[in-house]
């Protein structure tokens, strides 16, 4: 049961990925959250850094597909500003979020990384889908309302986790 709430990395960033080790895993795309992860929570402001690293993905022949619980305006502008594909009207953690985005990217289950800061929305169903879960540590404390009290939460399993050496 563990196993689904523990993520298979843990990074501080999604800077600190290695796509070395993502291109040896076989994985062909990877589903990325927007808040806390791409950008700070409800930031517009899209930093070079970003664009150049989202550019290296797709020249690695990695694709990226945007999967975020926030607002359709959001999504969508982040989405047409940073040029990736984003998954539209389905919520984390459920399946249909997930399967929405690997049609989008073209991609198997075992060919799919995930990277989100929650472990209760973008681990939790990414492992049960059985994708590659990657977690990143939030980019900034500002966020819903609804976020901070499972921040309560995942806090607690996190040392959990890290007392038993999974992460
Ligand atoms: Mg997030």
Redesign the pocket.
Known sequence: MLNLFCPDLYIKDIYELDLNLIKQKSIKGILI?????LLP?DSKCIEDKMINWTKQCLNEGLSLCII?NNKYDRIKYCSELLEIPAVFGSLKPFKAAFKKGMDILGTQPEQTAVV???IF??IFGAKRMGLYAILVK?LSDR?FYW?RVMRILERRLLKILESKKLI
């Open positions: 959250d927007l808040d806390n992860t929570w975020s989100g800061d929650q929305t973008d939030p966020e976020t």
